[in-house]
């Protein structure tokens, strides 16, 4: 009996996984839709099939992996206690260095399409309201009051996360986790 044919978005979402290997392990400027066909094992017109061009396929990326990124910020910290909760963070956070997918997203913002911009601008602000509830959750976990408005350190977590993600790229063997716990500590001491 011949295998039931893939839904739609399941080819879709295996072209853009694929698109976010090849944009994390080559750099984004180095994503084709014949890289991409050849890393998810299909063929380039089945990707112009699901996505009209490039930049679809790389604004529809950016939509994807923020919300994977977003979504993983918010479970890393459910199930946690306070104390915990910075741990399984990092936890999160080094799982999204390693694949390369938080190092797609960066490089995406170098992009220079209209579709692309607009993906990332979106993400951006997504990430931020994210960042932003990360800082709450840790803050009233530890039963302290920022001195500075959440969503400022969310923007800094972000810029933070993103810097970890090139610094990664750069240098692998680097001691990321000594960076975040020191911006963490830092943060935590703006507490009153």
């Known amino acids: 009996m011949p295998a039931a044919p893939r839904a739609r978005g399941n080819a879709a979402d295996r072209i853009l996984a ?44 950016a939509d994807w992996l923020s919300g994977a990124l977003i979504q993983g910020e918010a479970l890393a910290l459910d199930d946690t206690d306070a104390t915990s ?29 209209a579709p692309v911009h607009e993906a990332v601008r979106r993400s951006r602000e997504l990430r931020r309201a994210q960042a932003t509830q990360t800082i709450e959750r840790l803050f009233d976990g530890l039963s302290l009051r920022p001195r ?15 810097g970890l993600a090139v610094e990664a790229s750069i240098e692998p063997e680097a001691n990321l ?16």
């Open 18 to 61: 694929a698109a976010a290997e090849c944009a994390g392990a080559l750099g984004v400027a180095q994503v084709s839709m014949q890289a991409v066909a050849d890393a998810a094992g299909v063929s380039k017109a089945l990707i112009h099939y699901h996505f009209r061009d490039r930049d679809e396929l790389l604004a529809r990326l």
């Open 85 to 113: 909760q910075l741990d399984a963070l990092w936890l999160w956070l080094e799982g999204e260095l390693t694949s390369g997918r938080l190092r797609a997203l960066v490089g995406l913002g170098q992009e220079r399409g």
């Open 148 to 162: 500075l408005p959440a969503p400022l350190m969310g923007d800094v977590w972000v810029a933070l996360a993103d």
């Open 177 to 192: 986790r000594l960076r975040f716990d020191v911006f963490w500590l830092s943060v935590l001491n703006l507490a009153e």
